[in-house]
């Protein structure tokens, strides 16, 4: 099993650009997470998906759109770049059921110049 | 308060000592606590879990004081291989199932 896996793994965007990151999980998880991790701070929610055609707002989605297009894949979009978009972007599935933990993918690292 | 605070560290530590890092939490209804290890430049990976009042999984311990709403994790006869940040980890209050995370406590092991 992959787990959970994104692509690309590394993106510079001009501002104004826009772009889709991929999420995919192979472990038949209900739900799915985008987060955004800058330095010195924890993980910040986007959006997230508790179950296959439904999502969500977190705590910063301002600026991102989601798409839970199946079970398995969870796509962000950015439709137009900010500078202050710059970080490494997580998505992370979980059974969601009577339990917390979640698996995280290994990050996209994007630049936003 | 924040919901989660944690000490950033450094903490250098000399490999084979003890090393204990504390997190405080603001939602005293918690009942889900978890401690996650992230490699630099890598995702976060679950290293353990607290339920009720500790948890202990080999040379890791998860402590939980729920009065002074604290968790602590205690590492032992430490690694090369432990360097990492530990993130303390509870579910977020906002009822989605969500998650909050703390900004991370870095672990130095020396030789």
């Known amino acids: 099993n992959a787990g959970v896996t994104q692509t690309p793994k590394f993106q510079v965007l001009k501002t104004g650009q826009s772009m889709t990151l991929q999420c995919a999980q192979d472990?038949?998880?209900?739900?799915m997470y985008w987060y955004r991790q800058d330095p010195g701070m924890g993980l910040r929610l986007i959006y997230y998906?508790?179950?296959?055609?439904?999502?969500d707002k977190g705590e910063v989605p301002n600026g991102y759109n989601v798409s839970r297009l199946n079970k398995r894949e969870f796509s962000l979009r950015l439709e137009s770049a900010a500078p202050s978009q710059t970080s490494v972007y997580f998505c992370?599935?979980?059974?969601?059921?009577?339990?917390?933990?979640?698996?995280f993918g290994p990050g996209t690292r994007l630049t936003v110049t | 308060r924040k919901e989660v605070e944690q000490d950033p560290g450094p903490f250098n530590v000399p490999e084979g000592a003890t090393v204990a890092f504390n997190c405080t939490y603001s939602n005293s209804a918690s009942q889900s606590f978890f401690w996650y290890r992230q490699d630099c430049r890598k995702e976060p990976k679950l290293l353990m879990s607290?339920?009720?009042s500790g948890n202990e999984d080999g040379r890791f311990t998860a402590q939980l004081n729920r009065a002074s709403q604290y968790i602590s994790l205690l590492i032992r006869d430490s690694k090369l291989s432990d360097s990492a940040t530990y993130l303390c980890?509870?579910?977020?209050?906002?009822?989605?199932?969500?998650?909050?995370f703390g900004s991370g406590t870095r672990l130095q092991v020396q030789p």
């Open positions: 992370a599935s979980s059974p969601g059921t009577r339990t917390y933990e979640q698996y």
């Open positions: 607290v339920y009720s």
């Open positions: 472990m038949n998880h209900n739900s």
């Open positions: 980890v509870l579910p977020s209050d906002t009822g989605r199932r969500a998650l909050t």
């Open positions: 998906s508790a179950s296959e055609g439904t999502t």
